[in-house]
């Protein structure tokens, strides 16, 4: 049992990059973090949600426009001069014109729309926010599968090796005792066939190595290097009920949920302001630059619109469904959760028992191989029992070890499934993306463009 394991521990050292660097799991999380396009990419989606609110917060200030024209004209006067007697006037008239004007309008009063719409721009932004930690959630959990999927395909490699190695031994066996007559070819045959098959296996699991290398790779960044063992688990609910409780709380997809809610609830609102009427004013300053006289205007205007063929009924109509559809969609998210929460807990569950049974199977197929090995060098067994016996070994010994890294990721499954699984709560110690940073510096609408000092240093941070 000793030589098995030094030869999984080779093995794994072999599949590793040719560095001397250890890589802990801690280390691949870290990576899949900065190194995720899929996280850089929704980052961006939700500064455009932080924009988004600040439009709105823009929409609600008055807006200036200034304006400057100037004209030069010159006329020709041959065509409107008598073509009898003498010429009256100028054969040309030339003149200039230059003037200035500024504008302010200001929305007074439409239903509350403007505010409204901010509101809406608010819970949008906390919308995108709990989209963005679901899939830093599916980010590090493909991490964790990923890391701990190459580690198990190593140490399927070195079982297969291990299976190679004894099956050539037992077709040794079976030729040295076929020349003194023990046995006849058949048995030669069996082994034959038993070593062909090993080969194949091996041949698989190396290639399954591959496809869990690159599948790290796309996962994490980079080939594994070097990978360590894997650390504690990180600490579960003790209970089912209680992991539920977590989720209902604090699942990411039920805090979604729960913004579109309040994101409806707001639009139908919108939608009852469109039925009523908009006020609003205006004040615009001319000047002429030539004549120095200028002119100063102020109104205000009371709109509202009589006939519209029904539309702002339908739009109202919308909203109301759109509400109800969201609230159905923030049970259903509740219902999703809970279910995922109890499946990753009742896999757990399933994953422990398995590897209790595994353990006594392992030992139990140990001892049976070797009492058929022993019982065959005295003639009281057939090379195919030998054979089979080893067979019975080896898929014990995959099982168990399928279990225990299916038991592993599922730890970190069920803590996904109650939202627990962001680089914030399993303490990677590193700086994390900040989603006040950036919302905090546009939420005013400021008046600087997103090349202001301020938000450049932020953008570098986030570049970082």
């Known amino acids: 049992m000793q030589k098995f394991w030094a030869v999984v521990s080779v093995t794994a050292a072999m599949v ?35 924009e988004d609110a600040a439009v709105a917060l823009a929409q609600l200030r008055p807006v200036i426009t200034f304006a400057t024209q100037a004209s ?28 200035a004007a500024l504008t302010a309008s200001f929305l007074i009063y439409a239903g509350g729309r403007g505010q409204m719409a901010v509101e809406v721009a608010k819970e949008s932004v906390l919308s ?3 989209a963005l930690v679901n899939l830093e959630q599916q980010v590090l959990l ?28 037992e077709l040794q066996a079976a030729r040295d005792r076929f020349e003194v007559g023990e046995v006849t070819l058949t048995d030669v045959s069996l082994a034959e066939a038993r070593r062909a098959a090993a080969q194949s296996g091996l041949a698989a699991a190396e290639g399954a190595l591959e496809v869990a290398r690159e599948r790290y790779k796309a996962a994490i960044g980079h080939y594994p290097n070097n990978l360590q063992g894997l650390p504690r688990l990180p600490k579960a609910p003790n209970s089912e009920e209680a992991a539920k409780a977590i989720a209902v709380r604090n699942h ?15 639009r139908v609102k919108i939608a009852e302001a469109a039925f009523l009427p908009t006020v609003s004013s205006s004040v615009s300053v001319t000047e002429d630059w030539l004549s120095g006289e200028g002119n100063a205007v102020a109104g205000i205007t009371f709109s509202d619109t009589i006939y519209q063929g029904g539309e702002r009924s339908a739009l109202y109509r919308r909203a109301l469904s759109s509400k109800e559809a969201s609230a159905a969609g923030q049970l259903q998210a509740v219902v999703d959760v809970t279910e995922a929460v109890g499946q990753a807990w009742s896999n757990v569950i399933v994953q422990q028992a398995s590897i209790q049974a595994g353990s006594l199977q392992v030992v139990a197929a140990q001892k049976a191989f070797e009492g058929v090995r022993e019982e065959a060098t005295l003639g009281a067994r057939t090379t195919l029992d030998v054979l089979n016996a080893e ?3 080896l898929n014990a010994r995959a099982d168990k070890l399928q279990s225990e890294a299916s038991r592993y990721v599922g730890i970190y499954q069920l803590l996904s499934s109650m939202g627990q699984l962001t680089a914030e709560q399993l303490n990677l110690g590193i700086t994390t993306y900040d989603p006040d940073a950036y919302y905090n510096a546009v939420k005013k609408a400021p008046l600087t463009s997103t090349r202001g000092k301020r938000l450049d240093n932020i953008l570098k941070k986030i570049a970082k």
């Open 16 to 50: 590793a990059a040719p560095v001397a660097q250890a890589e802990t799991l801690a280390d691949a999380l870290i990576s899949a973090y900065k190194t995720s396009h899929l996280l850089d990419r929704n980052q961006a989606v939700l500064r455009a949600a932080d």
């Open 72 to 99: 030069w004209t010159k006329l020709d006067n041959a065509f409107s001069r008598p073509v009898f007697g003498p010429p009256i006037g100028p054969l040309y008239t030339e003149s200039t014109d230059a003037s």
């Open 128 to 130: 995108t926010r709990a």
């Open 142 to 169: 493909d991490a964790v599968s990923a890391y701990v999927d190459v580690r198990l395909q190593a140490e399927f490699v070195a079982l297969r090796q291990s299976n190679v190695r004894l099956i050539s031994q």
């Open 252 to 266: 990411p997809v039920i805090n979604q949920a729960g913004h579109e809610v309040r994101i409806a609830d707001i």
């Open 391 to 393: 067979q019975e070994l």
